[in-house]
């Protein structure tokens, strides 16, 4: 079994929908984070988590939002679909030394989810 | 903030060819570099990173890239081309304290022909 899971692999929607995309983990990660990759912009990161009481904005979250519901796990929303959120969807854990205070910069990806909207 | 180039979103070599994949930064602090990689239909996984310690490092699969401060560059090589090469490769630059985040670049994908 992956470490890190994502649920649902392939959705398609329209566009309005509430979409819920879900991540686990079995790593025993403190620090969760989403990402999205679009053709020729790589991936952007849409918000990170460091445990279940912090959870932090990245570059691209304006339409998004995010829930920290355990520490594995972390589920992203779009609380209504637009076609330019057609993309493919990364969740990533990453360890920590130090008393969980220092990251590594190592991340574990899960196999991606791919969001269709129409 | 950080930030990193990446230098032709294509490259093609044939098998047994060296590897050569650019990567750029931009840093106001002494960055920490990485090289991922994704096979098709995959998430990303680690190759390689700097953090300071030396500046020719070591990866898996025969990889190895050398940060130099001078042309503020982290370039990924490996001598010899295998099909198993083929895939996307991205170059990564750790933002905030303590590896808070990683910020990508756009990625290069490899193409191996026999």
């Known amino acids: 079994d992956a470490d890190v899971t994502q649920t649902p692999r392939n959705r398609i929607t329209k566009t309005g929908k509430r979409i819920m995309l879900e991540c686990s983990q079995t790593?025993?990660?403190?620090?969760m984070y989403w990402y999205r990759q679009d053709p020729g912009l790589g991936l952007r990161l849409i918000y990170y988590?460091?445990?279940?009481?912090?959870?932090n904005k990245g570059e691209i979250s304006d339409g998004y939002s995010v829930s920290r519901q355990a520490q594995a796990k972390f589920s992203l929303s779009l609380e209504s679909a637009i076609p330019n959120q057609t993309a493919l969807y990364f969740c990533?854990?990453?360890?920590?030394?130090?008393?969980?205070?220092?990251?590594?910069?190592?991340?574990?990806f899960g196999e991606g989810s791919r969001l269709t909207v129409l | 903030a950080q930030s990193v180039t990446q230098l032709g979103s294509h490259v093609s070599v044939s098998e047994g060819a060296l590897v050569l994949l650019r990567c750029n930064y931009s840093?106001?602090?002494?960055?920490?570099l990485f090289w991922y990689v994704q096979y098709p239909n995959q998430g990303l996984q680690l190759l390689l990173k700097?953090?300071?310690?030396?500046?020719l490092v070591k990866g898996i699969n025969g990889f190895e890239a050398e940060f130099k401060k001078s042309e503020t560059s982290f370039h990924l090589t490996k001598p010899s081309a295998h099909m198993s090469d083929a895939a996307e490769y991205f170059c990564?630059?750790?933002?905030?304290?303590?590896?808070?985040?990683?910020?990508f670049g756009t990625g290069t994908r490899l193409l191996v022909s026999p």
């Open positions: 988590s460091f445990d279940v009481k912090d959870i």
């Open positions: 790593k025993g990660h403190d620090r």
């Open positions: 700097y953090t300071s310690a030396a500046t």
């Open positions: 990533a854990t990453s360890p920590t030394r130090d008393g969980g205070r220092i990251g590594t910069g190592e991340l574990f």
């Open positions: 840093s106001s602090v002494p960055p920490y």
């Open positions: 990564a630059v750790s933002e905030g304290t303590g590896f808070q985040k990683l910020v």
